[in-house]
């Protein structure tokens, strides 16, 4: 889905259907399945979207991109300002239920790339913690991954919310046993889709 064709928001009825079909795909991922399932079935005033604000201090959804070059070789990593660590592109819902929509629109925004597109489905889910900032105490992310696709060229800008970007063979990172545990389990995922 291109940026200019989704839609501005869609209901989260969609999300409960792709969090089967990665159970199927990932049956030994189950548990964070359910830990999603969960925070999804919680309502607030008989409505889920309390779960995509990210006043929700006890935790809520956000979404990332797992940001791949046209020839499916290398990812798209920021050098993230505030956690100090390389990690893919994402950030908030923000009340948005599309998922897919807000990895996409992340995508752009962090990477000043255009002409990208998300594939439909999920293509990872991570649950981690976030440490106390500020006024913001501690709290998890829900984070659910989708692929997207440069198909316009690969020079990007240095946004503020990032030190540095920088495009990695997904080979290395998934051999490099100092990367972000997720981040390996997202290269793996993909050599076995593109081996």
């Given at each position: 889905?291109?940026?200019?064709?989704r839609?501005?928001?869609?209901?989260?009825?969609?999300?409960?259907?792709?969090?089967?079909?990665?159970?199927?795909?990932?049956?030994?991922?189950?548990?964070?399945?359910?830990?999603?399932?969960?925070?999804?079935d919680?309502?607030?005033?008989?409505t889920?979207?309390?779960?995509?604000?990210?006043e929700?201090?006890?935790?809520?959804?956000?979404?990332s991109?797992w940001?791949?070059?046209?020839?499916?070789?290398?990812?798209?990593?920021t050098?993230?300002?505030?956690?100090?660590?390389?990690?893919?592109?994402?950030?908030?819902?923000?009340?948005?239920?599309d998922l897919?929509?807000?990895?996409?629109r992340?995508?752009?925004?962090?990477?000043?790339?255009?002409g990208?597109?998300?594939?439909?489905?999920?293509?990872?889910?991570?649950r981690?913690?976030?440490?106390?900032?500020?006024?913001?105490?501690?709290?998890?992310?829900?984070?659910?991954?989708y692929?997207?696709?440069?198909?316009?060229?690969?020079a990007?800008v240095?946004?503020?919310e990032?030190?540095?970007?920088?495009?990695?063979?997904?080979?290395?990172?998934?051999?490099?046993?100092?990367?972000?545990?997720?981040?390996r389990?997202?290269?793996?995922?993909?050599?076995?889709?593109?081996?």
């Amino acid at each position: 889905m291109r940026m200019s064709e989704r839609p501005s928001s869609r209901t989260s009825a969609g999300l409960p259907v792709e969090l089967t079909r990665y159970r199927k795909r990932w049956p030994g991922e189950g548990a964070v399945v359910d830990e999603f399932q969960a925070l999804l079935d919680e309502r607030v005033d008989d409505t889920p979207a309390h779960a995509f604000m990210r006043e929700r201090l006890g935790g809520h959804f956000t979404a990332s991109s797992w940001l791949v070059d046209a020839g499916g070789a290398r990812v798209l990593l920021t050098h993230h300002r505030k956690l100090g660590r390389w990690l893919q592109l994402g950030g908030h819902a923000d009340g948005d239920t599309d998922l897919a929509a807000v990895a996409l629109r992340e995508a752009e925004e962090e990477s000043g790339l255009s002409g990208l597109v998300v594939e439909a489905g999920l293509f990872d889910l991570d649950r981690h913690w976030i440490p106390e900032r500020g006024d913001v105490p501690g709290h998890w992310h829900y984070d659910a991954r989708y692929v997207v696709r440069a198909t316009a060229g690969e020079a990007f800008v240095v946004g503020y919310e990032s030190l540095d970007l920088a495009w990695r063979d997904i080979a290395a990172i998934q051999a490099d046993l100092a990367a972000d545990e997720s981040l390996r389990r997202m290269a793996r995922k993909w050599l076995a889709r593109h081996p």
